[in-house]
């Protein structure tokens, strides 16, 4: 058990690490390319930070072992609500100014709804999984078009300044973006293989190891960005990326894994992480989209959310335990 356990911490650091570069690379190409400072925050960091997740999920598709794929996915929901947004307002409040995200959170409900639609039968197939890219494919669309349309928005303001603040030359950009997916790959290969073994050797579940150690490891890029970006008062750009990674969760991750192999849904999946999942994106809604125009998470709400993420966790190791 020793190499895998180092397998799955090794996996862990390097993926995170290289996840971290790439999504670097990616903006600041993006950057030198013209591309607006609001549509990079809202596409390339969205889908670098959640890059991680669809890696190892479609790896995980690709050997057979659709619990982790989708415990990886919809754990990294969990965590990204629960534990990241509730650090994070525990740390500096978050406040909603950017009407593109308020637009997007009745979208990430609706599209919470339709994952919850899909897996009740049991089981993503493969026209589940083209359905899911479809409706990725015309959000991307939608949101292309809405950044183009908004002149000034409070996430753009935002990821301009952190952009500037975050310049490199196209050539460092380049690299990091080609050397921080290369990694990427390598690193996932090993996390699953480590998490596989771990799993088998402590007699549980890949879909437990998915929802905990993988889908807490997956989503520590987001973690980090969205309590750096909080700490700085960008707090649209901290609820960007939850936001973001979320949809790319649900629609890519799941998406690209059913494409790969249909995934057979536990009906653990159904009566507890699923309805978790939903709820938690409900109160995302509600508190994101706020009254008066301004949504707002308080660190009482954020310790309230933190607390969720503990109960949920410690549920799950209960379940381990269990004779």
Same mark, same amino acid.
């Given at each position: 058990?020793?190499? +895998?356990?180092?397998? @799955?911490?090794?996996?862990?650091?390097?993926?995170?690490?290289?996840?971290?570069?790439?999504?670097?690379?990616?903006?600041?190409?993006?950057?030198?390319?013209?591309?607006?400072?609001?549509?990079?925050?809202?596409?390339?960091?969205?889908?670098?930070?959640?890059?991680?997740?669809?890696?190892?999920?479609?790896?995980?598709?690709? !050997?057979?072992?659709?619990?982790?794929?989708?415990?990886?996915?919809?754990?990294?929901?969990?965590?990204?609500?629960?534990?990241?947004?509730?650090?994070?307002?525990?740390?500096?409040?978050?406040?909603?100014?950017?009407?593109?995200?308020?637009?997007?959170? %009745?979208?990430?409900?609706?599209?919470?709804?339709?994952?919850?639609?899909?897996?009740?039968?049991?089981?993503?197939?493969?026209?589940?999984?083209?359905?899911?890219?479809?409706?990725?494919?015309?959000?991307?669309?939608?949101?292309?078009? !809405?950044?183009?349309?908004?002149?000034?928005?409070?996430?753009?303001?935002?990821?301009? !300044?952190?952009?500037?603040?975050?310049?490199? %030359?196209?050539?460092?950009?380049?690299?990091?973006?080609?050397?921080?997916?290369?990694?990427?790959?390598?690193?996932?290969?090993?996390?699953?293989?480590?998490?596989?073994?771990?799993?088998?050797? @402590?007699?549980?579940?890949?879909?437990?190891? #998915?929802?905990?150690?993988?889908?807490?490891?997956?989503?520590? %890029?987001?973690?980090?960005?969205?309590?750096?970006?909080?700490?700085?008062?960008?707090?649209?750009?901290?609820? #960007?990326?939850?936001?973001?990674?979320?949809?790319?969760?649900?629609?890519?991750?799941?998406?690209?894994? #059913?494409?790969?192999?249909?995934?057979?849904?536990?009906?653990?999946?159904?009566?507890?992480?699923? +309805?978790?999942?939903?709820? @938690?994106?409900?109160?995302?809604?509600?508190? #994101?989209?706020?009254?008066?125009?301004?949504?707002?998470?308080?660190?009482?709400?954020?310790?309230?959310?933190?607390?969720?993420?503990?109960?949920?966790?410690?549920?799950?190791?209960?379940?381990?335990?269990? %004779?």
């Amino acid at each position: 058990m020793t190499l +895998p356990f180092f397998a @799955l911490a090794f996996g862990l650091a390097l993926l995170v690490w290289s996840a971290d570069r790439f999504v670097e690379g990616s903006a600041a190409t993006a950057r030198h390319f013209g591309m607006p400072p609001l549509l990079i925050g809202m596409v390339i960091v969205g889908f670098g930070t959640s890059a991680p997740e669809m890696v190892v999920s479609a790896l995980a598709a690709v !050997q057979g072992n659709p619990g982790l794929a989708l415990g990886n996915a919809y754990g990294s929901n969990i965590a990204n609500i629960a534990l990241i947004l509730g650090i994070t307002a525990l740390i500096s409040p978050i406040a909603v100014h950017s009407q593109v995200l308020r637009k997007e959170l %009745p979208i990430l409900a609706a599209i919470t709804g339709l994952a919850v639609w899909q897996v009740w039968d049991g089981g993503i197939g493969r026209t589940d999984a083209l359905i899911l890219l479809t409706v990725f494919a015309g959000l991307m669309g939608w949101t292309i078009r !809405q950044g183009l349309k908004a002149k000034a928005d409070a996430l753009g303001g935002e990821m301009e !300044q952190e952009l500037k603040a975050q310049s490199m %030359p196209i050539r460092s950009a380049l690299m990091w973006l080609v050397l921080g997916l290369i990694l990427l790959i390598a690193s996932s290969r090993v996390l699953v293989w480590g998490a596989v073994e771990v799993a088998r050797g @402590l007699g549980v579940s890949d879909l437990i190891i #998915g929802l905990t150690i993988v889908a807490l490891g997956t989503s520590l %890029p987001e973690l980090a960005s969205s309590v750096i970006a909080a700490r700085k008062g960008e707090h649209d750009i901290a609820l #960007g990326n939850i936001i973001g990674s979320n949809l790319f969760n649900t629609l890519v991750v799941v998406g690209i894994a #059913g494409m790969i192999a249909p995934l057979e849904v536990a009906p653990e999946v159904l009566g507890r992480d699923l +309805p978790v999942m939903a709820a @938690l994106t409900g109160g995302l809604f509600v508190l #994101g989209y706020g009254t008066k125009g301004l949504g707002r998470i308080n660190r009482l709400e954020g310790a309230l959310l933190l607390t969720v993420y503990v109960g949920y966790t410690a549920f799950l190791a209960a379940s381990v335990l269990a %004779p």
